[in-house]
């Protein structure tokens, strides 16, 4: 039986060598091969500073610690989205406040934002959600001055919005280089600014709260000095292993994209012939990075629900699974602050009935034939 998965990391002996030699080099940890793939991932992105984390999670969470947010603060995140995206604000003893999405383009529907918004609002995390970025423009217009723009752009690394760079889109940009992502380094996340007191500021909360980081310290004239500690910060440093692996990706990402992007119009071709699914839609101006192709089933005429297509592929052999949650359904959050039950009418569809199919680059043209195929037939 064929084997389609929903995602496969391309990684090849380039990789690997990056790798080796860092493993001879002795310098395992944060590091020269960090600052190269920060720098590069800085020029690729258009934005001033860029710092390595150990996941997207750990840089979203940065951001709001760089930022000041704590307990009593309020930080607005849609609805629709993985629930790392909520979780940080809760870690930090703030209020997630969720805003419902667009049907259209599963990202934040930046109509509800004015409605959202009160004195203790502190941010608003936008979601650059399976590689399409939001409407910057419409929520830059809803979002009063001085009320940072977070994007999670855990699936937008390359992806743009009228020609500027995710990352670069609003005051902080958080990156992710999980093996589904388009580019990957294992576990890994990136946080860009251009804002140079915050960059200081993720850069000493990211190492302990040292007041020099280690790379500094030991090729300065008293290695074997202590750094001080003003703030208790974290351990969120990415290994020079991994951004060994993650130059050699980033130099390979326009590349990436450009093939995923080919699969996605043959998708879109194909699945033009069945009436119960709906392709994804990119505005005129977007740059989309295709982490993911991500359907919508429509409830009124698909012959199944979402869970029994999704097994009926299974047994052919295709990985397809859901887009992602609406986190006002989930246990953790339900019921809390604003997550009141058929509040977000859009969210919840989109939890029910999105799709993702397999999109990765190691996929042929073949197999999404043979994808489109198997869903003819259900």
């Known amino acids: 039986m064929r084997n389609i998965p929903i995602a496969v990391p391309c990684i090849g002996q380039e990789e690997v060598e990056a790798v080796r030699e860092v493993l001879m080099s002795g310098w395992l940890t944060q590091g020269p091969r960090v600052k190269a793939f920060e720098r590069a991932f800085a020029v690729r992105h258009r ?18 610690a760089s930022l000041g947010i704590g307990p009593g603060d309020e930080v607005v995140v849609p609805a629709f989205t993985w629930i790392a995206t909520a979780n940080v604000v809760t870690h930090l003893g703030a209020t997630p406040v969720f805003a419902d999405v667009c049907r259209d383009t599963y990202n934040i529907d930046a109509a509800q934002l004015s409605g959202l918004i009160t004195p203790r609002t502190k941010a608003v995390i936008v979601v650059h959600l399976f590689g399409l970025c939001a409407d910057m423009e419409a929520v830059r217009k ?17 992806a743009s919005y009228h020609g500027v760079p995710a990352g670069a889109l609003g005051t902080i940009g958080c990156f992710s280089f999980h093996p589904r992502k388009s580019i990957t380094c294992g576990e890994g996340g990136m946080l860009t600014t251009n804002d140079a007191a915050i960059a200081a500021r993720a850069e000493i909360l990211r190492n302990h709260g040292a007041s020099i980081p280690e790379e500094v310290r030991h090729a300065g004239l008293r290695p074997w000095e202590m750094p001080d500690f003003d703030v208790a910060g974290y351990n969120y440093r990415m290994t020079d292993m991994q951004a060994a692996v993650g130059l050699v990706q980033l130099g390979r990402l326009d590349g990436f994209i450009a093939e995923r992007q080919k699969l996605a119009a043959l998708y879109d071709k194909l699945l033009a012939q069945i009436e119960w699914i709906r392709p994804p839609k990119v505005p005129t101006g977007y740059g989309h990075a295709w982490q993911a192709y991500v359907t919508l089933i429509d409830k009124d005429k698909s012959p199944l629900d979402q869970n029994s297509v999704l097994a009926r592929l299974a047994e052919k052999g295709i990985g397809g699974r859901a887009g992602t949650h609406a986190v006002t359904r989930l246990g953790a959050y339900r019921g809390r602050s604003n997550a009141i039950q058929g ?15 397999p999109l990765h680059n190691k996929m042929t043209e073949s197999d999404v034939e043979y994808v489109v195929e198997v869903l003819k037939g259900l």
């Open 47 to 64: 934005v001033e500073h860029a710092l390595a984390t150990t996941s997207c999670t750990t840089a979203l969470h940065l951001a709001l």
């Open 142 to 158: 809803a979002v009063p001055p001085g009320i940072p723009i977070i994007e999670d752009a855990a699936c937008a690394a390359g």
């Open 343 to 357: 509040g977000f009418p859009v969210a919840d569809e989109l939890d029910a009935w999105t799709m993702a199919l």
